[in-house]
C-alpha cells in the first residue's frame, strides 16, 4: 500500500467562484493530515511547465471570499497528447508529488482519467463548473454563485422591462445544460424558459407572445447560450418580425456569470468537497470524483463522471411551465 506524502492542486477548464475555498480546504486538510500541498498554476500547462509551487496554510488566507482562482486555471491543448502528459508526469515525479486533485468540469476530468491511469498516480475530481452539468453530483462548484448573479441581474432588467412594457430575451450560459435558465427562469419568474434539452419552445412562445394580455405587459425570456432553435438574436428577430407592435431587446448576460464572491452555500459546499479529496487520497482512493448527492458526500468513478450529463429535472420543467 502506498503512503501519500505530497498532493498537488489544480483548476482547470472554466473558471467558477468557490474553487478558492475547495483549494484551501485541501491545503488545510493536506497539512493537517501531515502532508506537504503544492498548488499547480494554470490547469494541466503549469503541470506541463512545471510552474508549481509549495503551498502553506498562510498562503490561502483571506481567499475564501473571492471569485476565480488564485491558481489561475486554463485549457491546454498540449494535455491531450501523450508526450506533454509524460512530461508533467516527470515534473511531478522530480518535487515527488504522489497524488492530484483536480478541480475542474468534464473536460479536465477526461484529461485526469488518461493521466491516472497512464501514471498510475492517484487522481481525486472535485466538480467545478457554474453550468451544473455534471453527471453524479447534485453539486458543482460555482453554480450557486452564478445562479445568483443572475437573478440580481435579471431583477434589474425586470424594473425597466416593465417600465416600458418591453419584451427582453436575456441570455445565460449553458452550453449543452439549460440548468442555470431553468432555475434563474423560476427563480426570476420568467415569462418563458428555452433550454437546449427541450424542443420546438420556438411555437409555445410565439403562442405565448400571441396572447392579448401579452401585448401591453413586459415579458423576460431565459435563453440557454446552446439553445438549439438559433441565437439569441435570431430568435428575437423572428419574434420582432411576428410581432411588430411589441419592443423586443437582447441582453446577453456573459461573463459577469462567471466572476463575484462565492455564496456562503458555494464555501460550504466546496469547503466540504476539498476536505473529502484529501481523506479519500489518504484511504487510497483513485480516480474518483467527490460530489455531493441529497447534501452527502459520495465518490463517483471518474470513468463514469465522462460518459454521461446530468439531465435537468422533468419536475422542475413541470413547475416553470405551470407558474406563466
Ligand atoms: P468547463 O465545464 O468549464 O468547460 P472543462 O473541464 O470541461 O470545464 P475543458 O476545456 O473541456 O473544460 O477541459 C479542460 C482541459 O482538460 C482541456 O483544455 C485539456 O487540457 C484537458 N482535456 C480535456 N479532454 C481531454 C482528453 N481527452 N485528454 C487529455 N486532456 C483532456
Do not use: W
Amino acid at each position: 500500500m502506498r503512503k501519500i506524502k505530497k498532493i498537488g492542486v489544480l483548476t482547470s477548464g472554466g473558471d467558477a467562484p468557490g474553487m478558492n475555498a475547495a483549494i484551501r480546504a485541501v491545503t488545510r486538510a493536506g497539512i493537517s493530515n501531515g502532508l506537504e500541498v503544492y498548488g499547480i498554476m494554470r490547469g494541466y500547462e503549469g503541470m506541463i511547465d512545471a510552474d508549481i509551487r509549495r503551498l502553506l496554510s498562510g498562503d490561502v488566507s483571506g481567499i475564501l471570499q473571492k471569485g476565480g482562482t488564485i491558481l489561475k486555471t486554463a485549457r491546454s491543448k498540449r494535455f491531450r497528447e501523450y508526450e506533454f502528459r509524460q512530461q508533467a508526469y516527470e515534473n511531478l515525479k522530480a518535487i515527488g508529488i504522489d497524488a492530484l486533485v483536480v478541480i475542474g468540469g468534464d473536460g479536465s476530468f477526461k484529461g485526469a482519467t488518461e493521466f491516472s491511469l497512464e501514471f498510475d498516480i492517484p487522481v481525486v475530481g472535485l466538480p467545478g463548473t457554474i453550468d451544473n452539468d455534471m453527471f453524479g453530483t447534485n453539486y458543482t462548484i460555482g453554480y450557486d454563485t452564478c445562479l445568483n448573479t443572475v437573478m440580481e441581474a435579471v431583477d434589474k432588467i425586470r424594473d425597466t422591462a416593465s417600465s416600458h412594457n418591453r419584451v427582453f430575451f436575456i441570455e445565460v450560459m449553458g452550453r449543452e445544460a439549460g440548468f442555470v435558465a431553468l432555475h434563474g427562469g423560476i427563480a426570476c419568474g420568467a415569462e418563458a424558459i428555452l433550454i437546449p434539452e427541450v424542443k420546438g419552445q420556438l411555437d409555445s412562445l410565439m403562442q405565448l407572445l400571441s396572447s392579448p394580455e401579452r401585448q401591453n405587459k413586459s415579458s423576460i425570456i431565459l435563453v440557454a447560450e446552446g439553445h438549439t432553435e438559433g441565437t439569441t438574436f435570431e430568435i428575437a428577430e423572428k419574434v420582432r418580425q411576428t410581432f411588430p407592435s411589441l419592443d423586443v431587446r437582447v441582453t446577453i448576460l456573459g461573463h459577469i456569470q462567471r466572476g463575484g464572491s462565492p455564496t456562503a452555500y458555494d464555501r460550504v459546499s466546496a469547503s466540504r468537497l476539498g476536505v473529502a479529496a484529501v481523506e479519500a487520497l489518504l484511504d487510497d482512493q483513485k480516480s474518483i470524483m467527490i460530489g455531493i448527492q441529497s447534501g452527502e458526500i459520495v465518490h463517483v468513478p471518474l470513468s463514469k463522471t465522462v460518459k454521461q450529463n446530468r439531465e435537468v429535472s422533468q419536475s422542475l420543467l413541470d413547475v416553470a411551465k405551470r407558474l406563466v
